[in-house]
Structure formats: structure tokens, C-alpha cells
């Protein structure tokens, strides 16, 4: 192991973002594409049927279907009305390629940042996305509004 770790401990350290593949960019480019367009049929198909998905700081990791994880995030009220003119920017979590999700609702001029949306991509399908509710909460440097 020490032929094959640095020689100091403070050399151990990487950058803790990550450049994206081509086929990681094109996946969160779809996925911020669905969410900016409202487009569900879209968002479903870029989901793998077996999606490991979390919502933190809620307990407990769900595998379900690409279709029920969508009809329960519509079921909890998004993409209906007022909960349906998003922005969003591409970044990363932990080397992992990430969406911020900007959400303008009715009464506010200003997207303000809802979701961070980490994705873990395997063949060009989001296997596993976990979600931190950014709402009020400063977040990797990304600006609180657009």
C-alpha cells in the first residue's frame, strides 16, 4: 500500500468535483431538461426500473419503479401548479454528477433553490438519485436564487 499512496497525508486530498463523462453530462442535461419543461414521460425515461431513491433528511432508502417514483413526487404536489416553473444548473456532490433545482412559485419573482438531486448514472440511466431539501439553506456555493 505505500508503493501506491502519497507520501504525504495532506497529498490524499482531490478535488472534491468531478468533471463529468459525456455520457454523465448528456443524462443531466435530459434530466434538466424534464424538470424545466415539465415533462414527466421524459423524466421517466431517463429512471431505471429497479431507482434507488432517498430524500434526505427522511430516513430510509426506497428501490422503486421509474413510474411510481414520479407519480410520488407528482402525488406530493410537483409539477402541478405552483410547483411547476423550475431552472436548474448542473454541478457535482461528492464527484458525483448533481442538479440544483430552482423552484419559482406564483407569488415570487425570483427561482429559489428547492433540491439538490445527486445521481449515481449506470448505462446511461439514473440508478440511484438521492435528494437534499436545499430550500433556505446555503448549499456547495450555488446562489440561493436565479
Known amino acids: 500500500m505505500r508503493e501506491q499512496l502519497p507520501d504525504r497525508r ?15 453530462r448528456g443524462v443531466v442535461k435530459s434530466y434538466i431538461d424534464a ?12 429512471l431505471r426500473d429497479d431507482l434507488r431513491f432517498a430524500m434526505l433528511p427522511e430516513p430510509g432508502t426506497s428501490v422503486i419503479t421509474a413510474k411510481d417514483a414520479v407519480d410520488g413526487w407528482v402525488s406530493g404536489g410537483l409539477f402541478q401548479r405552483g410547483h411547476d ?4 444548473i448542473t454541478t457535482t ?3 458525483m454528477p448533481a442538479a440544483a433545482l430552482y423552484l419559482r412559485t406564483p407569488d415570487d419573482p425570483e427561482y429559489r433553490l428547492f433540491t439538490i438531486a445527486v445521481l449515481h448514472i449506470v448505462d446511461g440511466k439514473i440508478a440511484e438519485l438521492t435528494g437534499f431539501d436545499a430550500t433556505d439553506k446555503p448549499w456547495l456555493g450555488l446562489p440561493p436564487t436565479l
Open 10 to 24: 495532506l497529498d490524499w486530498r482531490s478535488p472534491a468535483t468531478h468533471e463529468l463523462s459525456n455520457d454523465e
Open 35 to 46: 424538470h424545466e419543461r415539465n415533462d414527466l414521460d421524459g423524466l421517466m425515461a431517463l
Open 85 to 88: 416553473d423550475w431552472r436548474c
Open 93 to 95: 456532490v461528492n464527484r
